[in-house]
C-alpha cells in the first residue's frame, strides 16, 4: 500500500478560510433570510479594469486564428510582459532587474510555496506571527518542522512575534537563522514597513547568509510615498531577497491568476560541499520542469494593466477599496473599537471588544450582525484577541456592516 506523507497529519486545524467556509454555511442554512456581509476572506468583488478586459478578449481571439495563434509559451513568462513590470513598476522605484531575473507564474501563493522546492530541509526558517498561514503551513507539509506545542508553534521554525508593543513590526532573530519570511504591507495586519526598518532586515540578511521571502503582494495599495513599494529599494537586498508579488488584488485576478516571482542572479546559497550557486538558476530549473506557464490571454490581460488606460482604471478600482478600508476604519475607531491598518493596506487589524477571544467575536459578528471577517488566532498564537476585516467588499455592503457592527457595541 502506498505511503502518504505524515508531515501532513501534523497540521493541527483545516486551513483557515475553508473552516470560515464551514460555520458560515451553517448558519446561511440554518437562517436562509439573514443578509450575511462578507469582509473575511480577501477576494476582490469590482470587475476587470476594460481596458484589461479588451485585451482578455483580444487575447483569446489570437487563439482562433492561424497567425496568431499561441500554443505552449516560454514557461518563466513571455518576454514582452516582463519587461513591461520591469519598466512600469521597477524602473521608476530605481531598481534595475534583468529579464531573466523576473519569472511569471499563477499566483504568489503557489510560489510562497513552491519557492521551498530550491531549499535544503535543514534550513532554519523564521517566520512572523501573526502571518499569513501559508508560509508556516508549507514549511510543515514539506517535512522541516517537528511537532507543535499547546501554542500551535512547530519545532524549528523560529517565530517572531508580532504585537502591539512592537508596532507589529517583527523583531530581528536573536540567533542565526537562513530564510526569512517578510510581508509588507502586511496581511494580516496591514502595517507597513518603511526604509529604515527594512535596511535592518537586509543587513542582517546579508551579514548571516539569509535569505528574504519578500511577499510584496499589496503593495500597490501603498499611500505613503515613503514606504517602499519593493524590498529592492533598500541597498544590498539584490544579494539577500527574493520578492514575491500578485496580480490578485492589484488587478482583481483572484479568479484570473497571475503573479510573478523576482530572483536576483545575486542571491546565492551553497550546496553540500560549500560551494556558492544562484537560486536563479534553481527556480529557472524548477520552473521549466513543473510549470507550463501561465496561459497567454492571462499575460496579455496582465500586461493591459501597466498600459496608460489600464492602470488609470486599476488605480480607480484600488482606490475604491481603500475608500472601504478608510469607511470601515474610521466607523470602527468612532465605535471605540482599536483599529490598525487600513491605511496603505486593505486590511484592517482590529482589537477584538472586552477581551473577546478571536473565534467568540467571529461568532458574534457572524449571529449578531452577520457580517463575516476572520479571526486573528487563524493567523498564529500572536493573533489571538485580534481579528482581520477585509476592504474588498461592495462599497454599499461595507457601509451597511460597518453600521451594524457599529450599532451592536453600543
Known amino acids: 500500500m502506498a505511503k502518504i506523507n505524515d508531515n501532513y497529519l501534523k497540521l493541527k486545524a483545516g486551513y483557515l478560510f475553508p473552516e470560515i467556509g464551514r460555520r458560515v454555511r451553517a448558519f446561511t442554512a440554518a437562517n436562509p433570510s439573514a443578509k450575511v456581509i462578507r469582509l473575511g ?24 486564428t492561424t497567425e496568431n495563434f499561441a500554443g505552449y509559451g516560454p514557461e518563466q513568462g513571455y518576454d514582452w510582459l516582463i519587461n513591461t513590470i520591469i519598466e512600469k513598476s521597477y524602473t521608476p522605484l530605481g531598481v534595475s532587474l534583468k529579464t531573466e531575473e523576473m519569472f511569471i507564474s499563477d499566483g504568489s501563493k503557489c510560489d510562497c510555496a513552491n519557492i521551498l522546492d530550491i531549499f535544503a530541509l535543514d534550513n532554519i526558517v523564521a517566520i512572523g506571527d501573526p502571518v499569513y498561514p501559508v508560509y508556516n503551513d508549507t514549511n510543515v507539509m514539506i517535512g522541516r518542522t517537528g511537532e507543535a ?57 546579508n551579514a548571516n547568509d539569509a535569505v528574504i521571502f519578500f511577499d510584496a503582494a499589496y503593495e500597490a495599495f501603498i499611500t505613503d510615498p515613503s514606504i517602499p513599494h519593493s524590498i529592492y529599494e533598500i541597498e544590498g537586498a539584490k544579494k539577500c531577497a527574493i520578492e514575491f508579488r500578485s496580480f490578485s488584488k492589484t488587478a482583481g ?158
Request: net charge negative.
Open 149 to 205: 506545542n499547546e501554542k500551535g508553534y512547530y519545532q524549528n521554525i523560529v517565530y517572531l512575534p508580532c504585537n502591539e508593543a512592537n508596532s507589529f513590526i517583527p523583531a530581528l532573530p536573536t540567533g542565526k537563522v537562513d530564510i526569512i519570511y517578510l510581508c509588507f504591507p502586511n496581511n494580516p495586519t496591514g502595517v507597513v514597513a518603511d526604509k529604515a526598518e527594512l535596511k535592518k532586515w537586509v543587513d542582517y540578511a
Open 253 to 410: 485576478f483572484t479568479g484570473v491568476r497571475c503573479g510573478l516571482v523576482v530572483v536576483p542572479e545575486e542571491v546565492m546559497g551553497t550546496t553540500t560541499l560549500g560551494e556558492k550557486y544562484s537560486f536563479n538558476k534553481l527556480w529557472l530549473r524548477r520552473t521549466t520542469t513543473k510549470f507550463n506557464g501561465a496561459s497567454y490571454p492571462v499575460q496579455r490581460a496582465a500586461a493591459a494593466v501597466y498600459s496608460d488606460e489600464g492602470w488609470r482604471q486599476t488605480r480607480e478600482i484600488i482606490d475604491y477599496y481603500m475608500e472601504n478600508a478608510r469607511i470601515i476604519r474610521e466607523g470602527l475607531t468612532e465605535a471605540g473599537v482599536t483599529i490598525f491598518g487600513g491605511v496603505n493596506a486593505p486590511y484592517i487589524w482590529l482589537k477584538t471588544p472586552d477581551g473577546m477571544t478571536s473565534w467568540d467575536f467571529f461568532d458574534k459578528l457572524l449571529t449578531e450582525c452577520n457580517v463575516v471577517g476572520t479571526p486573528g488566532s487563524g493567523f498564529g498564537p500572536s493573533g489571538e484577541g485580534y481579528f482581520r476585516l477585509s476592504a474588498f467588499g461592495n462599497q454599499d455592503n461595507v457601509i451597511e456592516a460597518v453600521e451594524r457592527i457599529k450599532k451592536n457595541l453600543k
Open 41 to 64: 476572506i480577501g477576494d476582490v468583488t469590482r470587475p476587470l479594469a476594460p481596458a484589461v478586459l479588451k485585451a482578455f478578449h483580444d487575447a483569446v481571439d489570437d487563439l482562433g
